[in-house]
Every structure is written in structure tokens, then in C-alpha cells.
């Protein structure tokens, strides 16, 4: 307990006045969560996060898209065998 004190005031001391209120009101508001909150103040962090995300999944999209092309053959192969097991023929 007294390290995460110890920590609030270095924060405190590091922060400008109107950075200071925010990270407070953050962390009062969202300290239920368990969730660290000064990732929340650092924008540049979560818009890099959030580049890197949209890049892997532009990445991923064509791998998936040639899987499924290579799955959907067996996939019918396997629908078809089920309706001439079904019907009987």
C-alpha cells in the first residue's frame, strides 16, 4: 500500500496541474477496474497500439481469406455426404 502512495505522489510531482486533475479524476473514477490508468493518458501509446492492431489484422485478412478457399472444397464435400446419408442415397 505505501509503495502504490509512494508512486501516486511521484506522479503527482511529474504531471502539469491540468494533467495532474485528469490522471486523478481517472483514477478515482476507474480504480474499481484493476486496470493501470496512465496508459489511458498516454494518447501516442494507444494510437501506436492501435496501428499496429489494424495492420495485423490487414496482414491476417488475406491469410484467412486463402484458408477458407482452401477449406470451402472440403467443407461442401463433407455437406454432400451428410445429405446422401440423410436422404438416403
Not at 62 to 84: G, H, K, P, Q, W
Amino acid at each position: 500500500m505505501y509503495a502504490k502512495q509512494l508512486e501516486y505522489v511521484e506522479v503527482q510531482h511529474a504531471l502539469a496541474e491540468d494533467e495532474w486533475n485528469e490522471y486523478d479524476y481517472r483514477l478515482k473514477r476507474y480504480s474499481f477496474s484493476g486496470l493501470p490508468c496512465e496508459h489511458s493518458l498516454n494518447s501516442d501509446e494507444s494510437n501506436q497500439m492501435r496501428e499496429a492492431m489494424i495492420k495485423g489484422y490487414m496482414e491476417m485478412a488475406s491469410i484467412n481469406l486463402a484458408m477458407a478457399e482452401e477449406f470451402n472444397y472440403a467443407e461442401c464435400e463433407a455437406t454432400d455426404i451428410v445429405e446422401r446419408l440423410v436422404s438416403g442415397g
